[in-house]
């Protein structure tokens, strides 16, 4: 039987990858004049996606539309 084995290489990337890639992606941007001015807009984004959960829970239940059901029978081909 074959065994499988953790390459270094593989790993070492990996891990590079998994450790930088939340450091260049997200709301921490390097274009706010300063740390104060991107604190505020990171504050004022997860203070938004807070307040959306009740509408996006409703819209995956399907919570906040009208049924859709006809009175009238659809007939059958």
Sequence with gaps: ????????????????????????????TLRDPDADVNAARVDHTMATNWYQIGDDTE????????VKFSAVPVPSN
Excluded at 9 to 14: C, E, H, Q
């Design 1 to 28: 039987m074959k065994r499988f084995g953790v390459r270094p290489l593989g790993f070492a990337l990996t891990v590079g990858v998994a450790a930088i890639l939340p450091m260049i992606a997200g709301c921490q």
């Design 59 to 66: 819209m995956l239940l399907l919570l906040d539309r009208p």
